[in-house]
Structure formats: structure tokens, C-alpha cells
């Protein structure tokens, strides 16, 4: 079946599958951003060094495993016809189970709570890999129109949100609800706060799967491959199809600056709480803040995206990024500063969680035009690659100089050279990987690229 104009219009209920699966998706994300590295040093008893490593290694396994898993699906079709959806399916329970298994804590020897902790993450970065492949892909393969796909893009940032707030505004409360926190609103280094954690794992899991299904039964693959060509597609061919095409090697930069700033706000915001301000629950109104702020930025994506074009709504991205930092970057222990830094830094993830999701379905439609086949799957992994191993280095950067600081979690009070770290990763640290964002996005080339195809496809 060929590609054809005629695909409808996609639906509300479609969008609202797109929506929930992004719930789904973000719960797991921020819940593991924003609390395994805290959960594994302060619950877990692991010293920060050694937590470091292991996030490390998962990092960097996920980033490994992301090319091979989309490789293996480029080239596989389930028995309906279809190469992306049927993942969120079949991977919804396993993905929930090493969820909860990821915030298990074993009353086990040290040396081997080490090793449990890496093995489940292992298991957890594969499952998850396997669910980002619909994540990813279908917004290309939903329809071949650019305004529904900025609509799919709109929705899951909106499930987003609504998944960052499950993942992170509702943990305390959680926390709180199974007994986990003491009366200083701090979590419990005992049974009791592992216990907590466990169960609220659990609600996390439920709601991965519950996402998962809905995507499933609500969304549809469409854009097929205009050419009849079936054949399996070679590893070094996929790397020269994916490297020729400058707006995906630009627009691969631009992801591994995102995921760098994803991780140094969210691996952070929980140590600044707890240490900087004296209780871990104060960092809920600051996400509550940024959340609220993500929704209606999300909302905007779409108007700012027609009214400035595609470039210059990322540089308008990147620059509201390094503009937030400036105040708390001078006075970091201001509570005013931390609230325009997160209200700020979510208009700008906002704008480019759909700008450069949007840009990976266009980016599949121009490899199809210069290369005749669709590899959809592989456009998101094989970026996904390279953000993640410059994540696992930000992590351990991050792990390493807190640790250098003097960080331990069994004191009451940390040294004022790990307090001015932490600072410094929520501060200077991000405001210079913006920065590099900034040109980076300056020279993209997706609306040049896009419309000498349209062009070449008009005069067809």
C-alpha cells in the first residue's frame, strides 16, 4: 500500500490516545529523573559515587540499545501489517514491572545491592526502549500532515505534563499517604520510606500500563512507504541514510542538549530542596509551577511555531532558556530566582519537546524523498544514542563533583562547597549548555531541507 494525500484528519480520541501514552511515558521519566539517583543514596543507603556509576552504565545502555532495538523494528512488521504500535502493547507490563522493581529496595549485602540495581535497570532501559519506539515513531506515521503532526506533538507534550506531574507533584503526597515522610516533610531513611517508595512505584506502573493500552486502541499507522521495497535495510546503510541528512545530525544536537538540560534540572531539584531550602517536599509548588507553566507554553507551541517558523522558534527556545538562569545564577539561594528559573526553563522545554519531535517526523519524510525507504524507527533511536551517552557523561560529571564536594547523605547539613555545587547544576551548568543549544538551533536546516522536497515533490 502506497503513501497517498488522502489520509484523514486525525481525531480527538486519536490525540487523546497520543496523550495518554505520553503520560504514561513522562510518569516513568521524571519519576526516574527526578528520584532515582535521590531514592538510591538517600533510601537505599548508596554512596553517591557508586550511584553515579550505576545510573551511568543504565544510561549508557539505554543509549546502546536504542540503535539495536530500533534496528531489529525497522525491519520487523507485526502480523497486521503495522512496525510501531503494536510495542505498546507488548511491552506495557514488563515496562511497569521494572518500573516498581527500580525503586524495590533489597535488604541484601552492599556489594550485591550494587549489583541487583544495575541488572534491574538494565531490564528497565530495555523495556523502555521498546515503548519509546511508538512514542516516537507513530506522530510520523499517524498522518503525513504537518499541522496534525504538530497536534500529536502538542498532545503528547500535554500528556507531558500531565505525566511530569504524576511522576513528581504527586510523589510526596504519595509518599506521605503510605508513610514514608517524617513531620519535616523529608523522606524517611528506614522501612518505612522504602516501603512508601515501593507502593508509589506501584501507582506509577499502573498508570504506564493503563497509557500504554490506551494508545494502543485509539491510534492507527497510516503513512506507508512510497516504495514496495521490503528488503533489510544494512546497519552501514542506515548510518549513511541518517548522516547525509543534515537536518537530522543538526536536529541530534539539538536532542542531546535537551537531554542534558532534562537531567541536571531533574537529578537536581530534589538535593536543592532537601538541602538548600530544608525539606525535600518544598520542591513540589516549584514543579507544580513549572508544570503549569509547561501547559500552556505547550499550548502556544503550535501559534509561535506558525507565526515565527520553525528556526526561529527554537532560537526563541534556547534563549529563554539562558535569560531564566540569569537571577538565580546570582543569587541562587533566593526563592524567587528558583521560580522564575523553573518557569522560564519550562517555556523553553515546552517549545522544543514539539519542536524537535516534529522535526523527527519531517526528518523521516526526507529520508524517504532522498532514499526511498522510511526508517522511522531508527530516526528517534539513533539520536536518542547520542543524547543519552552525553547524558551518561553529565551524570557522572554531576555525580562526580558533588561527591569532590564532600556530599554525603547521611549528614544532616552538607558542606557549603556541595550546596554551592548543586547550585551551580541547576545554575551556570545549564545556562552554558543553553548556550551551545542556541547556535546549535541557529543553524538548523529542517525549513530549508522541508521545502526543497515539497518543491521537487510539486514539480513531480
Not at 503532526?149 to 506531574?165: E, T, Y
Not at 537536581?268 to 509551577?289: D, E, Q, R, V, W
Amino acid at each position: 500500500m502506497k503513501q497517498t494525500n488522502g489520509i484523514p484528519r486525525i481525531g480527538f480520541l486519536e490525540k487523546l490516545g497520543f496523550c495518554t501514552f505520553s503520560t504514561a511515558s513522562n510518569v516513568v521519566f521524571n519519576f526516574k529523573d527526578l528520584f532515582y539517583l535521590f531514592f538510591l543514596t538517600n533510601v537505599m543507603g548508596i554512596k553517591i559515587a557508586h550511584a553515579g556509576i550505576i545510573t551511568a552504565i543504565g544510561i549508557i545502555w539505554d543509549a546502546v540499545n536504542d540503535p539495536l532495538v530500533g534496528y531489529w523494528a525497522v525491519n520487523h512488521t507485526f502480523k497486521n501489517g503495522e512496525k510501531c504500535r503494536p510495542f505498546a502493547l507488548w511491552c506495557a507490563v514488563p515496562w511497569a514491572i521494572t518500573t516498581v522493581l527500580m525503586f524495590t529496595s533489597f535488604d541484601v549485602a552492599y556489594g550485591f545491592k550494587l549489583g541487583i540495581a544495575i541488572a534491574i535497570y538494565f531490564l528497565f532501559e530495555l523495556f523502555n526502549t521498546f515503548a519509546a519506539i511508538p512514542y516516537n515513531s507513530m506522530g510520523g506515521l499517524a498522518t503525513n500532515l504537518d499541522a496534525d503532526r504538530r497536534g500529536i506533538n502538542v498532545a503528547r507534550n500535554l500528556g507531558g505534563c500531565i505525566g511530569s506531574g504524576i511522576g513528581s507533584i504527586a510523589l510526596y503526597p504519595l509518599l506521605n499517604l503510605f508513610g514514608g515522610l517524617d513531620e519535616n516533610g523529608n523522606v524517611m531513611m528506614n522501612d518505612a520510606g522504602r516501603t512508601a517508595f515501593f507502593y508509589a512505584a506501584m501507582v506509577m506502573g499502573s498508570v504506564c500500563i493503563i497509557g500504554s493500552f490506551a494508545h494502543y486502541f485509539t491510534t492507527r499507522e497510516r503513512v506507508k512507504q512510497a516504495s514496495e521495497d521490503d528488503s533489510k535495510i544494512g546497519i552501514v546503510q542506515v548510518f549513511k541514510m541518517l548522516l547525509s541528512c543534515r537536518s537530522w545530525v543538526m536536529n541530534t544536537l539539538y536532542v542531546i542538549c535537551y537531554g542534558m538540560l532534562n537531567l541536571l534540572i531533574m537529578s537536581n531539584i530534589n538535593y536543592y530542596a532537601t538541602y538548600i531550602l530544608g525539606s525535600a517536599s518544598k520542591a513540589t509548588p516549584i514543579l507544580a509551577a513549572f508544570l503549569g507553566t509547561s501547559v500552556v507554553s505547550t499550548l502556544l507551541a503550535t501559534p509561535i511555531d506558525r507565526k515565527l517558523g520553525r528556526r526561529r522558534t527554537m532560537i526563541f527556545s534556547a534563549a529563554v532558556y539562558v535569560v531564566g538562569k540569569i537571577w538565580f545564577v546570582f543569587d541562587p539561594y533566593s526563592m524567587g530566582a528558583i521560580y522564575v528559573n523553573g518557569i522560564f526553563t519550562a517555556i523553553a522545554m515546552s517549545l522544543a519537546f514539539v519542536l524537535f519531535n516534529t522535526n523527527r517526523n519531517n526528518i523521516s519524510d526526507l529520508i524517504e524523498w532522498k532514499n526511498g525507504r522510511r526508517i522511522d524507527s531508527l530516526v528517534s533511536t539513533c539520536d536518542n544514542l547520542a543524547s543519552k551517552l552525553s547524558k551518561a557523561g553529565a551524570n557522572l560529571l554531576m555525580t562526580a563533583t558533588m561527591a569532590k564536594a564532600g556530599f554525603n547523605a547521611d549528614l544532616p547539613q552538607q558542606p557549603e562547597a556541595a550546596l554551592s555545587t548543586i547550585c551551580a547544576l541547576l545554575g551556570w551548568v545549564p545556562m552554558a549548555v543553553a548556550a551551545i543549544m542556541f547556535v546549535v538551533v541557529f543553524f538548523h536546516p529542517i525549513e530549508t531541507e522541508m521545502a526543497a522536497m515539497r518543491a521537487d515533490r510539486d514539480r513531480k
